[in-house]
């Protein structure tokens, strides 16, 4: 929970000149502009390249990006410019500049992602990933929220505060293709547009999410991962099982008691100490006052079935293990054939993908190495073990807030909600931050999203809460004014 603010800098907006920014966001606005282009871009199936090796030629990447830019050109933003950064065999990077008021040199760097998940099987009658649907407030569909909502935030954000005369510093949005697989293309476009970008005070990342839609959540951690491949191999080809059960060891077994050298199972504890890191006092207390403030919801967000239990008992614990400790996920198998077509066989092989997911300062490199090490040591009855880890990002803790950054997000969460804001930990990894700040220690952070309960992205029904859309926009504009307020006004 953000303290209480001792002093508020001189020349912020008064929030009655914020809150004459929400007519842009107006019902006719949402209808004609935002949503009917938001619905279009839901249907294109831009899958990023992890999950689709052919998105480079396919057509549904450029489809998105020629969507895209042409609403951000029908904007008719004063001041702004827009090119695709384009490289063979790399995804393409929209990259827009709004001019700042005066000669100011501050910059704004703006970030979201047009990449999507894949469209995943279990979606409620009615919707479908690439079938944008509106029920109670909600637009459904893959990629609304998760983050195609961002640039229609961005832009709209500083078409209001031009439209309410409101000065800002120079804007720079970038909007990235490959997200969805780690920000592998982001890097090499950082470096080769460093020039362009400058060196940017605020940074305002829209690929978060929150915990309800009462109030602005701002992102403190991003957890890091890795995702590897666990093999374990037998046999040649598979054997009946009548002759070869009780001779040839399973691979299923094998992998139960690899597992176990990495994986309390009564648990979930990781038993590794390489992914582990010290939890600061300051986020557990987060923890606490978080806990306080949703409750139950912590729990009952998630589709648990009837009678199934949380992994603990204390929420705030809960709020701690997706944000500070380690977990593993199972996420696919190979090597098994379907219940209806498997034959009577032990199997000579089984493949295992595992998603570790890493405290925010936790070396994803050296974690990955003690894992190897682990599984592939002496394997059971002298098995074909390898554990390969093709996929590993490090996580993020932000830099302690400056004052006015922490009055600024404070004071537009009550302006536009009529509660404070929060700091909390997210269990989710965007590589993107860590890069950054490494980039620009100085810079301070602002990160936040809609993905609140329910939301459900990367998995069916992917929802995006049209009215945390609206406030989440608004309360972005504030801070813009507010960085100009402190950065620029403050200076004169």
């Not at 020349?11 to 966001?25: A, F, N, Q, S, T």
């Not at 199934?308 to 701690?320: F, I, S, T």
């Amino acid at each position: 929970m953000l303290h209480k603010i001792t002093k508020m800098m001189a020349h912020r907006p008064e929030p009655r000149i914020l809150r004459r920014i929400c007519p842009v966001l107006s019902s006719q606005s949402w209808n004609e502009s935002i949503q009917d282009t938001l619905c279009k871009y839901i249907e294109i199936p831009n899958v990023s390249p992890l999950f689709d090796k052919d998105v480079l030629t396919n057509g549904h990447q450029d489809r998105a990006v020629e969507l895209l830019m042409n609403w951000v050109k029908a904007q008719e933003v004063p001041g702004l410019s827009m090119r695709l950064v384009t490289a063979e065999k790399r995804t393409p990077l929209i990259f827009i500049e709004i001019e700042g008021e005066g000669k100011t040199q501050e910059t704004i760097l703006m970030y979201g992602h047009m990449d999507k998940q894949p469209p995943n099987d279990g979606w409620m009658e009615g919707t479908g990933p690439y079938s944008p649907t509106i029920i109670d407030g909600k637009l459904y569909g893959r990629g609304g929220a998760d983050d195609g909502y961002s640039i229609f935030a961005s832009i709209t954000a500083i078409k209001a505060l031009k439209a309410q005369k409101v000065p800002h510093a120079r804007i720079v949005i970038t909007i990235e293709a490959c997200e969805e697989s780690g920000s592998l293309d982001l890097p090499y476009y950082i470096e080769l547009l460093k020039a362009e970008i400058g060196s940017p005070s605020l940074v305002i990342c829209l690929d978060s999410g929150c915990g309800n839609y009462d109030q602005l959540w701002l992102t403190a951690t991003l957890r890091g991962m890795m995702f590897g491949t666990l093999t374990i191999r037998v046999s040649k080809e598979g054997v009946h099982s009548g002759s070869a059960s009780g001779i040839m060891p399973s691979t299923f077994r094998i992998a139960r008691m690899l597992l176990d050298r990495i994986e309390d199972s009564a648990t979930g504890k990781i038993l590794v100490p390489e992914l582990y890191c010290d939890i600061p006092e300051n986020h557990q207390r987060y923890a606490r006052e978080i806990a306080e403030i949703l409750g139950q919801r912590i729990v009952n967000d998630f589709p648990l079935l009837e009678g199934v239990k949380p992994m603990a008992d204390n929420y705030a614990e809960l709020l701690l293990n997706r944000s500070w400790r380690p977990t593993l996920s199972y996420t696919g198998l190979d090597g098994i054939p379907p219940i209806a077509k498997a034959g009577n066989v032990l199997r000579p092989e089984t493949v295992l993908g595992l998603s570790f997911r890493l405290p925010p300062t936790v070396d994803p490199a050296k974690a990955a190495a003690a894992v190897k090490a682990i599984l592939e040591r002496d394997p059971p009855y002298g098995a074909y073990v390898s554990f390969d880890c093709p996929k590993a990002a490090k996580g993020w803790k932000a830099p302690e807030l400056a004052p006015w950054v922490e009055g600024a997000i404070h004071k537009a969460s009550q302006t536009v909600f009529g509660k404070p804001a929060v700091i909390w930990g997210e269990g989710g990894s965007i590589p993107f931050m860590g890069m950054l700040h490494n980039m620009f220690p100085e810079t301070q952070f602002v990160i936040t999203g809609v993905l609140g309960p329910n939301s459900n992205a990367h998995g069916p029904n992917e929802f995006l809460h049209i009215k945390m859309f609206h406030n989440v926009t608004v309360c972005m504009a504030s801070v813009v004014a507010d960085h100009f307020s402190a950065k620029v006004a403050g200076k004169q």
